[in-house]
């Protein structure tokens, strides 16, 4: 893995390769489970809801820098 050398360029890359990749892996398992026993379901429900939670504070965090960048 490449090695960040700041903060944006580390939420950067979490926003761009590896929550949307965690995203869909939880997804696709819960969609793929043919029976799926229900702790497991709720395990991927919530990790889907964490990463979507994580998805929107780094999102704010970068956005937040560029307004911080413009000022």
Known sequence: ?????????SLEHELRDELPAQLAAYRQELENAPVIRRTRRERLEWQIREREKRLAEVEARLAMDRLDRHL
């Open 1 to 9: 893995m490449p090695r960040h050398f700041n903060e944006r360029q």
